[in-house]
T-cell receptor, first 112, second 120 residues
Framework: SQQGEEDPQALSIQEGENATMNCSYKTSINNLQWYRQNSGRGLVHLILIRSNEREKHSGRLRVTLDTSKKSSSLLITASRAADTASYFC????????????FGAGTRLAVHP | GAVVSQHPSRVICKSGTSVKIECRSLDFQATTMFWYRQFPKQSLMLMAT?????????EQGVEKDKFLINHASLTLSTLTVTSAHPEDSSFYIC????????????????FGAGTRLSVL
């Protein structure tokens, strides 16, 4: 399968709570990226973490990467209703054209 | 930020017809474009990688004669679904990437808004 695995598949929380999504992948990577997709739309890039980095922040987003476990997590702090979307991790491999392989995604619902 | 335009956003066609989807990078030159297919509530499946001026590289299991890809310029790639059938109904998304650096922002893919294809 092209896909890595993400968990949970779906997450429902209240506004103000934190949301954590996890991603696992199978092979060595150059970098790992997180994307967001609103229903029926294209994807928006959120954050990129390189294979030699362990943690990265961007606003309310915090991404960690553990290459020994081949896993990453995305934390959204102080969630808002507008954060409701599907979130995908994608891994980029060395060589070729750095194509991305996407995980299965987590559908996040943030309730007011 | 970089903008990728995908057209049309939705198309309904009869079985047996061909459908062309365009993907344009509006404010940057895209050396590489990617075409994905997405089923409802599922992830994106890479169909092919398209490089300007050369033949597309198709992923295993994707019929190149069924899904024709042309990347004639640094700002335009097209996907043609030939002789479409109901099982081809799906959400097709393109993305574009500029530059050849192995790190940093040039590794980010910028996505079009997608095309929902319905084959009757």
């Amino acid at each position: 399968s092209q896909q890595g695995e993400e968990d949970p598949q779906a997450l429902s929380i209240q506004e103000g709570e934190n949301a954590t999504m996890n991603c696992s992948y199978k092979t060595s990577i150059n970098n790992l990226q997180w994307y967001r997709q609103n229903s029926g739309r294209g994807l928006v890039h959120l954050i990129l973490i390189r294979s030699n980095e362990r943690e990265k922040h961007s606003g309310r987003l915090r991404v960690t990467l553990d290459t020994s476990k081949k896993s990453s997590s995305l934390l959204i702090t102080a969630s808002r209703a507008a954060d409701t979307a599907s979130y995908f991790c994608a891994t980029a491999f060395s060589g070729g054209y750095n194509k991305l392989i996407f995980g299965a995604g987590t559908r996040l619902a943030v309730h007011p | 930020g970089a903008v990728v335009s995908q057209h049309p956003s939705r198309v309904i066609c009869k079985s047996g017809t061909s459908v062309k989807i365009e993907c344009r990078s509006l404010d940057f030159q895209a050396t590489t474009m990617f075409w994905y297919r997405q089923f409802p509530k599922q992830s994106l499946m890479l169909m092919a990688t398209s490089n300007e001026g050369s033949k597309a590289t198709y992923e295993q299991g994707v019929e190149k004669d069924k899904f024709l890809i042309n990347h004639a310029s640094l700002t335009l790639s097209t996907l043609t679904v030939t002789s479409a059938h109901p099982e081809d109904s799906s959400f097709y998304i393109c993305s574009a990437r500029g530059g050849t650096s192995a790190s940093g922002a040039k590794n980010i893919q910028y996505f079009g808004a997608g095309t929902r294809l319905s084959v009757l």
